[in-house]
Nanobody, 125 residues
Framework: VQLQASGGGLVQAGGSLRLSCAASAVSLSRYVMSWFRQAPGKEREFVSAIARYNSNPFYADSVKGRFTMSRDNAKNTVYLQMNSLKPEDTAVYYC???????????????????WGQGTQVTVSS
């Protein structure tokens, strides 16, 4: 599974960005999809996840109410709409996929077999 993340950039605090994660050759609808992020000097942290057949995403408390994750199965793409961005949201954002991860392990990076290359998000104050 090759995942391609895109949509990062530089934005002022309070602004918005939409990240995309696309795949070819496989249907992402069969995978649990997640977003993680990693800031310099910090561990990779969970941002959000969406189950295979359930459209209700899970979110880290730090982004709840500001970020929205969604799927478009027709485009074989998942999205992360990020609003009200803060400087502390600055990180490289990664999408991840796995067919077998269970709900209680969504937040663990080691639960995912497939990763995208990451896209940089920088929020200026």
């Amino acid at each position: 599974v090759q995942l391609q993340a895109s949509g990062g950039g530089l934005v002022q605090a309070g602004g918005s960005l939409r990240l995309s994660c696309a795949a070819s050759a496989v249907s992402l609808s069969r995978y649990v999809m997640s977003w993680f992020r990693q800031a310099p000097g910090k561990e990779r942290e969970f941002v959000s996840a969406i189950a295979r057949y359930n459209s209700n995403p899970f979110y880290a408390d730090s982004v709840k109410g500001r970020f929205t994750m969604s799927r478009d199965n027709a485009k074989n793409t998942v999205y992360l709409q990020m609003n009200s961005l803060k400087p502390e949201d600055t990180a490289v954002y990664y999408c991840a996929a796995d067919r077998q991860v269970i709900t209680s392990n969504y937040f663990r990076p080691g639960s995912y077999e497939h990763w995208g290359q990451g896209t940089q998000v920088t929020v200026s104050s």
